[in-house]
Every structure is written in C-alpha cells, then in structure tokens.
C-alpha cells in the first residue's frame, strides 16, 4: 500500500493535472465558486430561519424541505472547503485532508439526494389519503431526518476506511485519484437509480392528482383552496427534484463513465463544469421557494425587514 506517498502521487499515477502555481483559469474557478458558496449560504439559512420562526410551516413536509435546505447548506460549506484547497493547494495536502475534502462533498450530495426521496414518499401518501400534510409526529420526522444523515455520513466516510485505491493504484479513477473506480460506479449507478424512482414516483402522482382533482371539482363541497394548495405544494417539491435531477445528472454520468474507466471520454475536461452545475442546484432550490411559496416570500420579507 502507498499510505505514504504524497497527493502529487496518485495524481501523477491516474494522469490528472496538479499545478504548482496560479493560473488564471484557476483564479476565476475559485472566484466563482466562493462566490456561489457564500450566496448558497445565506439564502438557504434564510430558508431554515423562515421554517423555524413560522408556525405554519411546522408540518413534516417543511421540515423536510427544511432538512433539504440544510443539505444544501452543508454543500455551500463542502464547496467553499473545496475552492480554499484546490488548485496549486492541492498538492500541498495530506492524503487525510484531500479525503476530508471528497467526503464532505459525498455527504452532502447523499444528504439531499436522501432528502428527496423521503419527500417523494411522504408527497406519495398525503397526496394518495387526500390529506395537505402528513399525520407523521415530530418524533418520526425527527428519527426520519437522523437516519438520512447517518446515511449521507456513512456513504460519504466510505471511501476513506476502505474503499479506496491506495493498495491497488491500477484501479484509481481519473476524477478522484485516490477513489477506487468501482466506488464511483457504485455511487452513480446508485444515485442515477434513486433519481429514476423519484421521477417515477412524481409522475404518478402528477397522474393522479389530475384525475382526481377533475372529478372532485364537480362536487360543490369541494374547497378550491384545497385544491389550490394541494396542486401548488406538488407542483414546488416537483420543480426542486427537476432541478436536481438537471443539475447532478451530468456529474453523475461524468462519474459513472469514469469508474467504467472509459478510455475515450475526457471526463476531466468537463469535471469542473458539473461540480459547478451541482453546486448551483442548491442555489436554486432557495430561489424555487420564493417563487412558489407565497406564505415563504413574506416570511423572507419579514426577515429581511
């Protein structure tokens, strides 16, 4: 095993570039993406500020959205970690830091990934009992958000106790030279299939809410404000797994065609792209809050003011 070499290394070994010195290219990459980590910040703690201060957001779908944004919050702080260690400081860390650096930013992608798929369940069964929230005590959503991120740790922690390529540096990915190519391929066959349920799941529920909302609509003691809602919540929760999809998609086939270890496919050319993609998914989840969500709008207004 190779646990005393340095990062230049392994670097050297999967034929990824590591510069000594600033680049421009370097210098603009990390501007830009402090820039978006310090906007990620504070517009999803702005999120989290408005669910905890507002009683009406105090049902399990909030808090799930709430835990979202703190995924997504998390993520800034993992992207910000990258941006001060990348670059000509990446030859500078211990294999222990650059580590720390890939799993921060695991966790957090497995954090909201996890995240969405509890809402797509919890959204499956209000919407399917006709009920605006779910009857799930704080107690179970409490427990529920606990297991996500004992989940988002653990996949995140993997590689670093084990599953790794520092005793078998013919099977080290490109990306992430120290990640054994069968971990990334693990990972994003994982992630693309949790994002296929998901898609599935929302479509399901798009289809029936429609014909049921048709034929409810014909009964006069049927409330529109129900409806309204109802259709609204399903249409936000939908907009936020599209734009996750959209956004980590790309990463995620980039990661899959490195751990197949395709040869023709210069996936390092386009690395720094898809991460930039999914870092700007968290921004935009904030941003779909605002838009959608009357009762959030005034709640940042109030905030703000």
Known sequence: CFYNETVGFFYNNSRKELTTYWRTKD???VALGLTVSVIVLLTNLLVITAIV?????HYPIYYLLGNLAAADLFAGIAYMFLMFHT???TAELSLKTWFIRQSLLDTSLTA????LLAIAVERHQTVFTMQLHSKMSNQRVTILIFCIWVTALLLGLIPSYGWHCLCALDKCSSMAPLYSRSYLTFWAISNLVIFLIMVVVYTHIFIYVKRKMTRMSKHTSFHPRYKETMISLVKTVTIILSAFVI???PGQVVLLLDGLGCKSCNVL????YVLLLAEINSLINAIVYSYRDTEMRSTFRRILC
């Open 27 to 29: 210098v603009l990459v």
């Open 53 to 57: 201060i507002n009683r009406r957001f």
């Open 87 to 89: 670059g000509p400081r």
């Open 112 to 115: 909201s990934v996890v995240n």
């Open 247 to 249: 956004c980590w998609t």
């Open 269 to 272: 050319a386009v690395e720094k």
